[in-house]
C-alpha cells in the first residue's frame, strides 16, 4: 500500500509541475520528453532557434536528473530514499527560485526538467512511470480488452498526475507563486510515506517473547 501512495502523490507532484513548466517556464514539459523532442523538431524543420530552446533545455535537464540519480544507485544500497528526498531538495530550491526570480524561465524550467528525470529513475525502481502515461494507458486499455487486469491498477497514476495538473492550472490563475510550493508538499508527503513503510520493513514483525 504505501508503494502505491508513494507513486500516486509522486505522479500528482508531476503534473503540478508539468503544467507549471508549460504554462509558465517557457511552454515545454518537465517531465514528457516525447512532446519536447516534437517540438524540437519542428523547430529545426522552421529554424525557429526561440523556439528550440526551451525543449532543448528541458530535454537536457530531464536526461542530467535521470543520469545523476542513476549515478547514484550504483554507489549505495539504499536506491529510493534517498533519490526522493534529492527531489524534494530540487523542488524546495526551485519553490524559493520562483519566489525571488520568476522571470528566469530557462533556469526553472532545467531545474523542474532535472527533478523530473530523478523522479522517473526512482518511479522505474518502483515498477510505474509517473511522469509519462502513455505506456500505462496502452497497458491498461489492452489488459481491459483482453480480459488481463494485471496492469489496470497502473491508471492509478494517470488519475493522480491529471488531478496534480488540474491543481497546478487552478493556482496558475489564482494563486501563481503557490504552484511549485505545492510539489513540494506533495514530494514531501512521498519521502515520508516512503520512510514510514521502508521503517516497518526494517522492524519486521514482532513475535511472541522467547521463554
Known sequence: MNRVIVLALLAACAGVVDVWAVVALGGAFAGVVTGNLVTAGHA??????????????????????????????????????????????????????????????LPLLAGAAVAMGGQSSVARLLG???TYMTGTLTGAVADLVTGDGRRWSALRQL??????????????EHLRPAVPAVAVLLAGAAVVVHAVGARRVQDGPVGPAAP
Open 44 to 105: 529545426v524543420a522552421v529554424a525557429d532557434p526561440v523556439e528550440l530552446l526551451p525543449p532543448a533545455v528541458a530535454v537536457a535537464g530531464f536526461v542530467a536528473g535521470v543520469g545523476l540519480w542513476s549515478l547514484h544507485r550504483r554507489w549505495r544500497r539504499d536506491a529510493v530514499s534517498a533519490p526522493l528526498l534529492a527531489e524534494l531538495v530540487v523542488l524546495v530550491a526551485l519553490a524559493v527560485a520562483w519566489l525571488l526570480a520568476p522571470t528566469t524561465t
Open 128 to 130: 510505474e512511470s509517473t
Open 159 to 172: 488519475g493522480a498526475l491529471v488531478l496534480g495538473a488540474v491543481a497546478g492550472g487552478l493556482l496558475l
